[in-house]
């Protein structure tokens, strides 16, 4: 089969840095996503990671240990806005994302 | 530029009818493809255009569902007849040339309720 594991909630307050943390167990593997969704509208594209190491663009930066079958989102100095769903996705062939279930991120004051 | 649009935003109907969803991917764009959230899962994978050609199929749940892309620009996805099981958000995400296909992008989804 093929899953993605990741943190249904993560709470945190403004200013501060979180880490969403995804493990992934897929047939096929071209990389790792990271979606952001607000209010279930569209998901928006975040970040890809095909190969190990960090990616860092802006507040937020991503990471991938293909080894491990593992990568997470940072994101840094949390703004309100930042209050959202976080979705992994795995890149299978052909370009389909696989899903993780969602990360509901709230950002206190 | 246009984003991916879909139609309707929002779909009630009762079971056993017939409903088609649409989808204008962004101008250009020759990967089209379908995802479903139904409540409490993750976003599934349906199925996947280049063009008008069809090339993964294997999340189409079963025969009830019908995916069209006719001349390689908009996309329906036709459900009949509704099943309850149905009832979910239906998501349209297009992304551009096979080398940058690692970023899609998506519609704001058209929300079925099947009665």
């Known amino acids: 089969g093929q899953s993605l594991e990741q943190p249904s909630e993560v709470t945190a307050v403004e200013g501060a840095i979180v880490q969403i943390n995804c493990t992934y167990q897929t047939s096929g593997f071209y990389g790792l996503s990271w979606y952001q969704q607000h209010d279930g509208g569209a998901p928006t594209f975040l970040s890809y990671n095909a190969l190990d190491g960090l990616e860092e663009t802006g507040r937020f930066s991503s990471f991938l240990s293909r080894s491990d079958s593992y990568g997470y989102l940072l994101l840094q100095e949390l703004q309100m806005k930042d209050s959202a769903s976080y979705f992994c996705?795995?890149?299978?062939?052909?370009?389909?994302?696989?899903f993780g279930q969602g990360t509901e991120l709230s950002v206190k004051p | 530029e246009a984003g991916v649009t879909q139609f309707p935003s929002h779909s009630v109907i009762e079971k056993g009818q017939t409903v088609t969803l649409r989808c204008d991917p962004i101008s250009g764009h020759d990967n089209l493809y379908w995802y479903r959230r139904v409540m409490g899962k993750e976003i599934k994978f349906l199925l996947h255009?280049?063009?008008?050609?069809?090339?993964?199929e294997s999340g189409m749940p079963n025969n009830r569902f019908l995916a069209e892309r006719t001349g390689g620009t908009y996309s329906t996805l036709k459900v009949q007849p509704a099943e309850l099981e149905d009832s979910g958000v239906y998501f349209c995400a297009s992304a551009a040339e096979r080398i940058s296909y690692n970023e899609q992008f998506f519609g704001p989804g058209t929300r079925l309720t099947v009665l």
């Open positions: 255009f280049v063009k008008e050609s069809k090339q993964d």
């Open positions: 996705a795995v890149t299978n062939q052909g370009g389909k994302l696989i």
